[in-house]
């Protein structure tokens, strides 16, 4: 299974990105899906995850109302809609894979399959 990740870059605060994680080698629609973060020197962390159908779907307490995660199975992709970002959304962003569960972990050692990261800058 290979995944993804794009749609990072450098951005001011206040201002939106949306990453994109495009999936192969599995059938998307048996995987959950989560996005996680790591800031420098920090802990990788669980910022969103979304159900196998799209209809569940679970976001860390700092983003909801923010951000948006969503999947469309038909083109094999996640989305994170991240609009009024802030300079502690600073972090490189993973889209994470699991095959083994039907409900949402935000339990990055749950999580079968990762991608290679994209960087989202919030500058102040």
């Known amino acids: 299974v290979q995944l993804q990740a794009s749609g990072g870059g450098l951005v001011q605060t206040g201002g939106s990105l949306r990453l994109s994680c495009v999936v192969s080698?599995?059938?998307?629609?048996?995987?959950?899906m989560g996005w996680f973060r790591q800031a420098p020197g920090k802990e990788r962390e669980f910022v969103a995850g979304i159900s196998r159908s799209g209809r569940n779907t679970l976001y860390r307490d700092s983003v909801k109302g923010r951000f948006t995660i969503s999947r469309d199975n038909a083109k094999n992709t996640m989305y994170l809609q991240m609009n009024s970002l802030e300079p502690e959304d600073t972090a490189v962003y993973y889209c994470a894979a699991d095959e083994r569960q039907y409900g949402i972990s935000r339990l990055k050692y749950e999580y079968d399959y990762w991608g290679q990261g994209t960087e989202v800058t919030v500058s102040s």
């Open positions: 080698g599995r059938t998307f629609s048996d995987l959950t």
